[in-house]
């Protein structure tokens, strides 16, 4: 297995079958252009993508820079063969590389396959939180705000 850093979109949209849907082109390059913005690919023997994560750095005044571990995707067919824990580590090298003080994720408390991938990846429980979010129609307009 290799694992790779993307930077073009045909990259990406090579190993959309990752995804959750197929990666929007706008999007794409907006993710890639980003400064802080990571997305890894891991691939089989034959060269076919198998796996992804992305990952987002995120900077707070008082806290610093810390990796945000935004997506993971392995395959059907190489998932528990260790491809998303390899991706993990790798993430894990980048932001340490980058000066990131740690790395999080938020998952679903009844998913355990996910929980059991990022305890073997070592990340550990940090306690009960909730997550709250807000949805937007994408092809609404939002107005700029006030300088």
Same mark, same amino acid.
């Given at each position: 297995?290799?694992?790779?850093?993307?930077?073009e979109?045909?990259?990406?949209?090579?190993?959309?079958?990752?995804?959750?849907?197929p990666?929007r082109?706008?999007?794409?390059?907006?993710?890639?252009a980003?400064?802080?913005? $990571?997305? %890894?690919? !891991?691939?089989?023997?034959h060269d076919?993508?198998? /796996? @992804?994560?992305?990952? =987002?750095?995120?900077?707070?005044?008082?806290?610093?820079?810390?990796?945000f571990v935004?997506?993971?995707?392995?395959?059907p067919?190489?998932?528990?063969?260790?491809?998303?824990?390899?991706?993990? $580590?790798? %993430?894990? !090298?980048?932001?340490?590389?980058?000066g990131?003080? /740690? @790395?999080?994720?938020a =998952?679903?408390?009844?998913?355990?396959?996910?929980?059991?991938?990022y305890?073997?990846?070592?990340?550990?429980?940090?306690?009960?939180c909730?997550v709250?979010?807000?949805?937007?129609?994408?092809d609404?307009?939002?107005?700029?705000?006030?300088?």
């Amino acid at each position: 297995m290799r694992i790779d850093r993307v930077t073009e979109a045909a990259q990406v949209h090579r190993a959309a079958d990752l995804f959750d849907r197929p990666p929007r082109s706008a999007a794409t390059a907006v993710f890639l252009a980003a400064p802080g913005h $990571h997305l %890894l690919v !891991a691939y089989d023997d034959h060269d076919d993508p198998v /796996g @992804m994560v992305t990952g =987002v750095e995120l900077t707070h005044p008082d806290k610093g820079t810390e990796m945000f571990v935004y997506e993971l995707g392995v395959a059907p067919s190489a998932r528990r063969r260790g491809v998303a824990t390899a991706l993990l $580590h790798a %993430l894990g !090298a980048l932001a340490r590389s980058r000066g990131c003080y /740690g @790395m999080w994720v938020a =998952v679903d408390t009844d998913n355990d396959a996910a929980l059991a991938t990022y305890a073997r990846a070592g990340a550990r429980d940090e306690g009960d939180c909730t997550v709250r979010g807000w949805t937007w129609n994408p092809d609404d307009r939002v107005p700029s705000a006030p300088a």
